[in-house]
Nanobody, 126 residues
Framework: QVQLTESGGGSVQAGGSLRLSCLAS????????MTWFRQVPGKGREGVAA????????YYVDSVKGRFAISRDNAKMMTYLQMNNLGPEDTATYFC???????????????????WGRGTQVTVSA
C-alpha cells in the first residue's frame, strides 16, 4: 500500500506559478509510474502529467504542455508538479496518484490508478 500526501496548492493570479509536492509513504513508490490528475466539481478526474518510475520519461495532456513539468526524487519519495503561466482554466483540485509498475499509454485514465492522494486545491483568478 502506498499513501500519498499532496501539498503546495493555493490561490494565485493568472500568469502565476505554483509547485505541488507529493510525499509517498512506502518504499514501493520507487517502482511506480506517478501521475497528477485534476478535477473540477461535476466532472471526472483528468490526467495531467505522468512520469516513469526512473524519471526518464514524462507525459502531459495537451492543455498543459509547455507550462507544467512533472519530476520526482526517488530518494526522498517525492513527486512534484511545477505549474507555470497558470490560467483560470487550471483551477481544480489536484491529486497525486500512483499508477503501478509502468506508465501505460492510457496513463491518464482513472482506471489506471492504484493509489490516490486526498488532493490539494489550486485556484487561479483572472
Amino acid at each position: 500500500q502506498v499513501q500519498l500526501t499532496e501539498s503546495g496548492g493555493g490561490s494565485v493570479q493568472a500568469g502565476g506559478s505554483l509547485r505541488l509536492s507529493c510525499l509517498a509513504s512506502a518504499y514501493s513508490y520507487r517502482t511506480n509510474c506517478m501521475t497528477w490528475f485534476r478535477q473540477v466539481p461535476g466532472k471526472g478526474r483528468e490526467g495531467v502529467a505522468a512520469i516513469t518510475e526512473d524519471g526518464a520519461v514524462t507525459y502531459y495532456v495537451d492543455s498543459v504542455k509547455g507550462r507544467f513539468a512533472i519530476s520526482r526524487d526517488n530518494a526522498k519519495m517525492m513527486t512534484y508538479l511545477q505549474m507555470n503561466n497558470l490560467g483560470p482554466e487550471d483551477t481544480a483540485t489536484y491529486f497525486c496518484a500512483a499508477n503501478g509498475y509502468r506508465c501505460f499509454t492510457d496513463w491518464y485514465l482513472e482506471g489506471r490508478v492504484s493509489y490516490w492522494g486526498r488532493g490539494t486545491q489550486v485556484t487561479v483568478s483572472a
